[in-house]
């Protein structure tokens, strides 16, 4: 983080350092040049991702908006960030449940297509792995045009929601389409040949219908498919160590912006500049080192 700057008392502003790339930009090169992307990078990405909403979910904030444009990247491509927090919020609880018109409509989890009611910080992990597989494919896995036909084209791939596999969603889906055909899973080998059985086996398990039987980002951060990226891996555990600031943050209305000591502590931590002279930055047409500037405004 680059800054933070109070425009008034109901809005501040967090500044964070220039990501040249999204996902989504990468995918795209690479779908013009007719080419597939390493599996190695995409190991690379899926694991500062899978790191990133560990930390969120351990903090019980759900993103809640995981695709390809909100992952962004620096210029060499190789540190990957979560961008685009504006959906985020915290873990939803039966005492507060979340809303239900969230997230992009092809990363959506079936438990919020289905209006389930209640849902977790699982509905990340299922975006995460309709992002994995687009990475190898260059397309989307399940690319719906409205919320019926992104059900059916999550079941085209995974098959008919079954009582044996997710009880509560079997009785959903009937509910929300009477009329639904029974349809076979599809080997997703054939559907992205270029995966190897490991990163196969990650997108499989976070795809799953069951929210309570996917992975957390944790424990995905220990699957088979990581094992080259633990070993050179990104300090993420380090990073933890910023949680008392985080949480400091999380207990602030934005309308009394940002106390002076949290501020304070802030600036130790991350050396964030003087808010006049940020200001003068992005004012300054010839200065390029600052490009996101994320807004908060308090509801």
């Not at 990363?107 to 687009?134: H, K, N, W």
């Not at 309308?255 to 500049?273: G, W």
Request: charged share 25%; hydrophobic share 40%; glycine share 4%.
């Amino acid at each position: 983080m680059k800054n933070i700057v109070c425009f008034d008392k109901n809005q501040i502003a967090l500044v964070f350092e220039r990501m040249h790339f999204s996902l989504l930009d990468v995918i795209q090169s690479a779908n013009a040049k007719r080419e597939y992307l390493a599996e190695s990078n995409i190991r690379t990405w899926i694991y500062q991702i899978l790191g990133a909403l560990a930390f969120m979910h351990e903090h019980g904030i759900v993103h809640r908006d995981i695709k390809p444009e909100n992952i962004l990247l620096n210029e060499t491509k190789t540190i990957c960030k979560l961008g685009d927090f504006g959906l985020a919020r915290d873990i939803p609880t039966k005492a507060r449940p979340g809303t239900e018109y969230i997230s992009t409509r092809w990363y959506r989890a079936p438990e919020v297509l289905l209006r389930a009611g209640q849902y977790s910080e699982t509905i990340d992990v299922f975006a995460v792995g309709a992002v994995m597989a687009e990475l190898f494919t260059g397309r989307p896995l399940f690319p719906g045009s409205d919320e019926l036909d992104q059900i059916q084209a999550i079941c085209s791939v995974l098959g008919t929601i079954r009582t044996s596999t997710w009880k509560e969603g079997a009785a959903l889906m009937h509910r929300f389409n009477p009329k639904v055909i029974d349809v076979a899973p599809v080997s997703l080998k054939n559907v992205i040949p270029q995966a190897s059985p490991a990163a196969l086996e990650l997108i499989s398990d976070m795809l799953r219908y069951n929210p309570n039987d996917r992975p957390t980002a944790r424990e995905a951060l220990n699957y088979d498919f990581f094992a080259s990226s633990r070993a050179v891996r990104v300090s993420i555990d380090g990073f933890l160590q910023s949680s008392k600031s985080v949480e400091a943050i999380r207990g602030q209305n934005c309308s009394t912006c940002i106390t002076p000591q949290i501020l304070s502590s802030m600036r130790d931590e991350r050396k964030i500049v003087d808010s006049e002279n940020m200001l003068r930055k992005m004012t300054n047409s010839e200065t390029k080192d600052v490009s996101y500037c994320h807004r908060f405004t308090s509801e």
